[in-house]
């Protein structure tokens, strides 16, 4: 590949050992040949406020805009939190929808979560997609990263040890990849 893709990816959880945030450490192993990744720490951004914003975006939330900005595309990867996508998610992603040049506009993404539960973030990551459409995002969509009961998926660790997943993971890099360039010309 002539022209790398290079992505953003940030996980939706802030906790130490977050099973979404070892799926993003885990989609860094798997990448296609062409493709390099970034990570971006959500932890730094504060609440959203139009007041703060009217006034000047915050350094993380202006880092975070800069970064989403400089990707080709970004890689979102959401926990399920009460069947939707958690407060810190939805939060840095408000900050990066406002104007001037709202960076999620027209950008090429990639949804994967992992859950405890039987159903795998798919409740969440359907709620993401409607965040996607508001703010012009252009989601692939297939395959579905789904991973139900991510205790038996990882090791103690954090490694992501199941081969159907990792296939699922690569499968959806390669997609990803395969439809940026696709918007590039
Ligand atoms: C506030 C809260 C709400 C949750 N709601 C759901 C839910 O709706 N569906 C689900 O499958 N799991 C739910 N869970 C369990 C999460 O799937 C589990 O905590 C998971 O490990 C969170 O992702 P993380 O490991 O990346 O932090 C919830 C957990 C929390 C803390």
Known sequence: MSNPVHVLGFSGSLRKGSYNAALLAAAADLLPEGMTLETFDLSPIPLYNDDVRAEGYP?????FRERITASDALLIVTPEYNFSIPGVLKNALDWASRPPDPPLKGKPAALMGASTGIFGTGRAQLHLRHVC?????????????????????????????????????????????????????
């Open 133 to 185: 459409v508001y703010t012009n995002m252009l989601p692939v969509n297939k395959p579905e990263v789904l991973v139900a009961r991510a205790q038996e998926k990882f090791d103690g660790q954090g490694r992501l040890m199941d081969e159907n997943t990792r296939g699922f993971v690569r499968e959806l890099l390669t997609v990803l990849a395969e439809w940026t360039l696709r918007l590039r010309c």
């Open 59 to 63: 350094e993380s939330a202006r880092v």
